[in-house]
């Protein structure tokens, strides 16, 4: 079965980490980009970052460029995004994407608040 599922998410306080993981089944994620996106309430969703397949070149939304860092482990086939010095405006459901299959994991909440 081709899926992604994620985990990691949780409440946090601001200034807090998070490391959230994807983990991928059924086809080998290492020969794909890799997206996070991330949906707040009443928002659209928006990408938060990506990471190519060899090159392993990243890029980021700016709001986040600096904080979050994406990464891939090709041997456990799965994805990650290190989240630091969390804001409130990152309250969101992310989600862990392979755009080019149009593969979307269920999703896992970060909320952060004091």
């Known amino acids: 079965q081709v899926q992604l599922v994620e985990s990691g998410g949780d409440l946090v306080q601001p200034g807090g980490s998070l490391r959230l993981s994807c983990a991928a089944s059924?086809?080998?994620?290492?020969?794909?980009?890799m997206s996070w996106y991330r949906q707040a309430p009443g928002k659209e969703r928006e990408l938060v970052a990506s990471?190519?397949?060899?090159?392993?070149?990243?890029n980021y939304l700016d709001s986040v460029q600096g904080r979050f860092t994406i990464s891939r482990d090709n041997a456990k086939n799965s994805v990650y995004l290190q989240m630091n010095s969390l804001k409130l405006e990152d309250t969101a459901v992310y989600y862990c994407?392979?755009?080019?299959?149009?593969?979307w994991g269920q999703g896992t909440q970060v909320t952060v608040s004091s």
């Open positions: 994407s392979s755009p080019a299959l149009l593969l």
């Open positions: 059924g086809f080998d994620s290492f020969n794909y980009r």
């Open positions: 990471i190519t397949a060899r090159t392993r070149s990243t």
